[in-house]
């Protein structure tokens, strides 16, 4: 008789992937990371580069705020009202090696070309990409990763 290895079965209200796939599977939000994390924090500016509705990205951003994935900063140019820049919070900044996984995962495996941008280390000036590294700086070749569950 074969033992299930499965891990047992958690609650999905319980379950972070799916709490960040209902946030990340939004397009609008991930098009805003993308443009934010690329130094664009003006409202127009971001709706300009995503070709988003206005009304889409007020709720979008309000969303974002809430969420403390990025700050308003007010501005004002003479002459003009009052506006808001949005910027990146410690939470959303937090984000960055999901998104950048994503857009090196979405460049080999979707468009297969190589990256038209790279991280890069401000020191040596090399090339970083998503590794899974344990507590002692040994890097984990992907297929010797095993998802283990913790007891409360």
């Known amino acids: 008789m074969s033992k299930d290895k499965s891990l047992p079965y958690l609650l999905p209200e319980l379950c972070g ?3 960040t796939a209902e946030l990340l599977g ?3 939000v991930l098009l805003i990371l993308r443009e934010v994390f690329y130094g664009v924090t003006r409202f127009e500016t971001i709706r ?10 007020a ?9 403390d994935l990025l700050c308003r900063i007010p501005y004002q140019e003479e002459g003009v009202r009052e506006r808001y820049e949005y910027v990146l919070t410690a939470k959303s900044r937090s984000l960055a090696p999901i998104l950048f996984s994503m857009m ?4 080999k495996n979707l468009l297969h070309d190589s990256p038209h941008i790279a991280l890069m280390d401000k020191e040596s000036g090399e090339v970083l990409y998503s590794a899974y590294v344990t507590a002692g700086g040994k890097i984990v070749d992907p297929k010797n990763v095993q998802i283990t569950a913790f007891d409360s």
């Open 59 to 67: 709720n979008r951003l309000k969303k974002m705020t809430e969420l």
């Open 26 to 28: 939004d397009q609008w």
């Open 48 to 57: 300009a580069h995503t070709k988003i509705t206005k009304q889409t990205l």
């Open 104 to 107: 090196e995962w979405g460049h």
């Open 17 to 19: 992937l799916a709490a």
